[in-house]
């Protein structure tokens, strides 16, 4: 893909941050506990007892709901619209009993909710990485120096809990971004 970046849009793909922001089928934490659950497959035996809360673009798109039927086998016993704002609060109230997350967000942190494992390997992968100009990048090649200690920096837990304190504690991106640059000892 990095060389289609180059052709197609004269831009590099450089190493990836570490963290996917794809979607993530998301269960209550103490339910995935009480259930054993830990991927998607996982939830076939009850999943026509589930109550699903989707936004209305995940049930229509096949790399959403219809795809995932398919790909699983199995559907829920309903599937509600609901608005992303919503979800992660529906699920933690226990008015839906699955929601489609994306795999960073803060509010799975908040509401102690745990996304499940693509066991199937589903869902497209969103690798978070910066893309740069290849012209700036030959006119500025410390921009890749400085970059580079960022790959592999940051998992999905760990962008949970940066988006939390930004979302959640209502704290500012650059203050969030500098403390954690700073506990990894890459700003004084």
């Not at 599937?79 to 699955?98: H, I």
Request: charge should be negative; hydrophobic fraction near 40%.
């Amino acid at each position: 893909m990095s060389e289609e970046y180059r052709q197609r849009f004269q831009a590099q793909w450089l190493e990836p941050f570490g963290f996917d922001n794809t979607y993530a089928i998301t269960v209550r934490r103490d339910d995935a506990e009480k259930y054993g659950w830990k991927s998607i497959s996982d939830l076939a035996e009850r999943a026509g007892e589930l109550r699903a809360g989707f936004t209305s673009e995940f049930q229509e798109r096949e790399d959403g709901y219809p795809g995932l039927k398919r790909a699983y086998g199995f559907g829920f016993g309903k599937a509600y619209d609901l608005s992303p704002a919503l979800m992660c609060e529906a699920l933690a109230k226990g008015e839906v009993d699955v929601i489609c997350a994306f795999a960073t967000d803060g509010r799975i942190v908040a509401y102690n909710l745990q996304p499940l494992k693509d066991d199937r390997g589903f869902f497209p992968p969103y690798d978070a990485a910066p893309v740069v100009r290849t012209e700036f990048l030959a006119e500025h090649p410390e921009v890749r120096q400085a970059l580079a200690p960022l790959a592999g920096l940051l998992d999905d837990e760990t962008m949970q809990r940066l988006n939390f304190r930004v979302e959640g504690k209502k704290r500012s991106h650059e203050a969030v971004a500098r403390e954690f640059l700073k506990s990894k000892g890459l700003v004084n």
